[in-house]
């Protein structure tokens, strides 16, 4: 079936600091793959998306790229700030059902200043 | 444009209350998901709607939730009877048709509804 498996939290690291939150899937067909943002006491947002193979999702100073051969989506960001303490959540939605959005257990980011 | 909106934002009721969250999609778009966030479970999609038609509610935990989309532009989540395991933050979300092409699945979130059952 269709999975996703994200890093667990949370992380903790300095502002300045390189960013990595990994991210694999499992899926047939060819999903796209996502990464949402929460902030505390909203609702999830699209942060990027990358909708085939090798595709660079990229937003706000995060990338992510659509890796088939490793089925991952790791999000990275060279040098964080204290703004970007969120959860993250790693989704993908599949070709075959695409209404059915599945998502990441999510993972806590909080930057210290 | 306005968003996803919910309401009530939050809600403090007694056990076996009934609770009725609301929701207006986004106009013009015509899936409509309702999840359910717990630190415990984490994100849990309860039931979603095409064209106001429930697709699939085998998230839908008992009995004693139901949900409906009576027209494009509202939607219900009843819990009745409700009981403490129920509080969380429900939210809903809607997306545009995925039409004939792979959909980007963006999904376009409310703010959500906090529900606590005492």
């Known amino acids: 079936g269709n999975s996703v498996t994200q890093m667990e939290g949370p992380v903790t690291l300095s502002e300045e600091a390189f960013l990595t939150i990994n991210c694999t899937y499992t899926?047939?067909?060819?999903?796209?793959l996502f990464w949402y943002v929460q902030y505390p006491g909203e609702g999830l947002q699209l942060l990027l998306k990358?909708?085939?193979?090798?595709d660079k999702g990229s937003n706000k100073g995060f990338e992510a790229t659509y890796r088939k051969e490793t089925t991952s989506f790791h999000l990275e960001k060279g040098s964080v700030q204290v703004s970007d303490s969120a959860v993250y959540f790693c989704a993908l939605a599949p070709y075959s059902s695409a209404s059915k959005i599945i998502f990441g257990s999510g993972t806590r980011l909080s930057i210290r200043p | 444009d306005a968003g996803v909106i919910q309401s009530p934002r939050h809600e403090v009721t007694e056990m076996g209350q009934e609770v009725t969250l609301r929701c207006k999609p986004i106009s013009g778009h015509n899936s409509l998901f309702w999840y359910r966030q717990t630190m415990m479970r984490g994100l849990e999609l309860l039931i979603y709607?095409?064209?106001?038609?429930?697709?699939?509610d085998s998230g839908m935990p008992e009995d004693r939730f139901s949900a409906k989309m009576p027209n494009a532009s509202f939607s219900t989540l009843k819990i009745q009877p409700s009981e403490p395991r129920d509080s969380a933050v429900y939210f809903c979300?809607?997306?545009?048709?995925?039409?004939?092409?792979?959909?980007?699945?963006?999904?376009?979130f409310g703010e959500g509804s906090r529900l606590t059952v005492l």
């Open positions: 709607f095409n064209n106001n038609v429930p697709i699939d």
């Open positions: 990358a909708t085939k193979a090798d």
């Open positions: 899926a047939t067909g060819y999903p796209s």
């Open positions: 979300a809607s997306s545009l048709p995925a039409g004939g092409e792979p959909n980007t699945g963006e999904l376009f």
